[in-house]
């Protein structure tokens, strides 16, 4: 994989899971994996340390990592789409600095 890549698209490429080396896309600003089939995001999310845009909508995400809210330059998140039973205790804090696109009741 490409580490200085600043935007990935592989968004509808029936995607179950993350690639083992997907950490060391360090420099993404914009990630799209929308409309594939991904049941969770990696627990190290936090290692795309340059991340601005994350799009994971049309998804079968059932919740979200704890470490997403360590995304520091995260300013948009779209999550529409998934099915989202659990919400990561620190979610409050994340919406307080991003945009949040989102299908469903955020707080049910």
């Known amino acids: 994989m490409c580490c200085n890549c600043q935007l990935l ?21 914009e990630l799209k994996v929308a409309g594939n089939d991904l ?10 340390r340059s991340l601005v845009s994350l799009d994971v909508s049309d ?3 059932d919740q979200l990592p704890e470490k997403l809210a360590k995304l520091k330059s995260l300013r ?5 789409d998934n099915i989202i039973m659990q919400w990561p205790s620190n979610f409050v804090k994340l919406q307080a600095k991003v945009e949040v696109s989102s299908s469903v009741s955020l707080f049910t």
Do not use: C, G, M, T
């Open 39 to 48: 049941h969770r995001l990696p627990k190290d999310i936090n290692k795309l």
């Open 76 to 80: 948009q998140l779209n999550i529409a």
């Open 9 to 29: 698209d592989v968004s509808f490429n029936r995607l179950k899971q993350f690639p083992e080396d997907w950490s060391l896309l360090y420099h993404l600003v």
């Open 59 to 61: 998804n079968r995400l």
